[in-house]
């Protein structure tokens, strides 16, 4: 199943993403129609897709500005990283799960842009000038290399467990605020395995370390997933209305308005736990209980029709009308919020 996440979360009306083996779809079908269930096939062979992503050059063009191609997905060994001294500041991460490979790609292209426009854009001239910006383009590496030479939907970090044959956590519920309680599961096997404590993942507590040294100076926190076309901040992990509520969800409401000016693709934006569901240990509630004032989690295209398997052919309209999404939110950090 790959949404929801959780067979807790299925209820009437719900819809729900499912992947089943070819031997298994004629007795599926059947029984939906006998059931009168309404349903619809997405994609007819996922072996075929899978096979035909396995195919994809293991080695393209690097880091060349005029050379790299930004509409394809890259391994973890195209990718590169720099570093800056810190003011005021914006952080991003992509990649906090292995198999939503559209992260990655966005928070390539977002240096891309800044890069090659900051000349002709007077906005991200205004916004480099004023902010630097810390882009992690793979949060968790071991994972997204996993998917990408042994199980395409791997979604946790590669970290061995002493008791079970079960590898990884999932690095989005082993942050420390209200870890392991609603949303997240306590065993090894399960894809929201919060793991044996908080920041038991050496990803999670890099950046924890990361963020907490540097949190009087960074003021957003932006997280890139896939895919539900969503724009969420906090809580995710209980019901309340954060303190500066009005400030976020005036900065979540331009952003998915200038998102959907590009192609009319419409994102619902508010709280992670009523828009989306409920989950603890997320990198997003930690940054805003950390004091970071805006935090936000992206759930990049689509709504279901490819999911994790997003085509390369998509990678430009995602990142074109994110970016705009991403401008929106810093210039509003620029502007006094009361």
């Excluded at 038991?200 to 990361?210: G, L, R, T, W």
């Excluded at 998102?259 to 805003?288: I, K, N, Q």
Aim: charge should be positive.
């Amino acid at each position: 199943m790959w949404q929801p996440s959780s067979i807790s979360y299925v209820t009437e009306g719900t819809v729900t993403d499912v992947h089943i083996s070819q031997n298994a779809s004629q007795a599926l079908l059947a029984f939906l129609q006998e059931a009168n269930i309404q349903h619809k096939i997405l994609i007819e062979d996922l072996q075929k897709v899978l096979e035909n992503g396995n195919h994809l050059p293991t080695q393209r063009k690097r880091r060349s500005l005029s050379e790299y191609n930004y509409e394809v997905y890259h391994s973890l060994e195209e990718l590169g990283r720099k570093s800056r001294a810190y003011k005021r500041a914006v952080w991003m991460d992509c990649g906090i799960h292995a198999r939503e490979w559209i992260g990655p790609a966005f928070c390539q292209w977002f240096v891309r842009e800044a890069l090659l426009t900051y000349r002709s854009d007077a906005a991200m001239r205004k916004m480099l000038k004023h902010l630097y910006f810390y882009i992690m383009p793979v949060f968790n590496v071991d994972g997204y290399h996993f998917s990408w030479t042994h199980d395409r939907f791997w979604r946790k970090t590669r970290s061995r467990n002493s008791r079970f044959h079960c590898r990884g956590v999932d690095a989005n519920r082993n942050w420390k605020v209200k870890w392991c309680d609603e949303g997240a599961s306590m065993h090894p096997c399960d894809d929201t395995y919060c793991g044996p404590f908080p920041e038991s993942e050496p990803e999670v507590k890099a950046v924890a370390n990361f963020l907490r040294k540097h949190r009087k100076h960074i003021q957003a926190y932006l997280s890139f997933h896939a895919y539900a076309q969503m724009l969420l901040y906090p809580y995710s992990y209980k019901y309340a209305t954060i303190p500066n509520f009005s400030c976020v969800e005036s900065a979540a409401y331009k952003a998915v308005k200038a998102l959907r000016s590009v192609y009319g693709v419409r994102y619902r934006y508010g709280p992670a736990s009523r828009t989306l569901y409920v989950s603890s240990g997320s990198s997003m509630d930690w940054a805003y209980k950390n004091g970071i004032p805006y935090a936000f989690a992206f759930e990049l295209r689509d709504t279901g029709h490819f999911g994790f398997l997003l085509p390369e052919v998509l990678i430009r309209p995602t990142c074109t009308e994110t970016m705009l999404a991403v401008k929106n939110i810093t210039m509003h950090l620029l502007k006094k919020c009361p």
